[in-house]
């Protein structure tokens, strides 16, 4: 990141709160994403990690505090506005659809597009580039109901990059994916945070990749932050053990050097 990225804060979240039928979800939450910057949100089950996403990108309703996106409080923009600017990856589903990948993708282009404008070869470029980046150009004309549950992932991110929007949220984006895909769908992600300078918060229970990938790792905990620092300061097990009352056992990756979790005798991966 240049020093121009490090001093512009691409979100900045100030005391969020958030109530679900009178249960605390989110209880006073305030950090800040800095410009080109990959941050990785973690937390055991219930933390409120999905919520957070939520309300940056304005679909939960109800929340307190300030959520402002480069600068600009996000209750400024309409809906049109903040997808110019946030694009989001939701968790992997069963979502059904009659429309082939590359109509979905196009789609995703429609808060640059107006009632009296056509869709242009601009829009119909970012949508090739994002099905060439994502290496989904061969499902392309494949209706979305007949892809398999990670196929349908990795075309929601080739949708988001289409969008063209400078921040990037993503809700655990791997889970479906086979550990080849994965891969390929983790180095996509590498590609547009350091080439592109794409804010990237990604929500994920994969503490390694969470540790390789991000620059900052934030992790919450009963709608709270327990943790918000670099990686080589959270792969530690005083912190893990407070986070997920249980302890870890860590190695050392033989290129960056970086702590490892592995699996405890009796773990199923």
Request: aromatic share 6%; proline share 5%; charged share 20%.
């Amino acid at each position: 990141m240049t020093s121009t990225q490090m001093m512009t804060m691409a979100v900045d979240v100030r005391h969020l709160r958030l109530d679900l039928q009178g249960w605390p979800i989110l209880r006073d939450v305030s950090f800040a994403v800095r410009e080109g910057e990959y941050l990785a949100v973690v937390g055991p089950n219930g933390a409120g990690k999905t919520s957070l996403l939520r309300c940056i990108n304005r679909v939960a309703r109800g929340w307190r505090g300030a959520v402002n996106i480069n600068g600009v409080s996000i209750a400024a923009f309409t809906q049109r506005e903040l997808a110019r600017h946030v694009a989001y990856v939701p968790q992997a589903g069963g979502r059904h659809s009659p429309f082939t990948v590359r109509e979905t993708i196009l789609m995703a282009r429609y808060p640059h597009l107006t009632p009296f404008v056509s869709v242009n070869y601009r829009d119909l470029r970012f949508v090739e580039d994002a099905l060439a980046l994502t290496g989904t150009g061969s499902l392309a004309d494949r209706a979305m109901h007949t892809l398999s549950g990670g196929e349908r992932q990795k075309v929601m991110l080739a949708a988001a990059l289409a969008q063209n929007a400078r921040i990037l949220l993503l809700d655990e984006p791997t889970t479906f994916l086979d550990p080849r895909h994965r891969d390929v769908f983790r180095r996509v992600l590498r590609t547009i945070n350091r080439e592109k300078g794409i804010t990237v918060i990604e929500v994920t229970h994969d503490l390694n990749c969470a540790a390789l990938d991000s620059h900052r790792i934030l992790a919450l905990r009963n709608g709270e932050i327990a943790f918000c620092g670099p990686p080589g300061q959270f792969m530690d097990n005083e912190v893990l053990s407070r986070l997920y009352e249980r302890s870890f056992l860590f190695t050392e990756h033989p290129v960056t050097g970086q702590p490892m979790i592995l699996p405890e005798e009796g773990d199923r991966i």
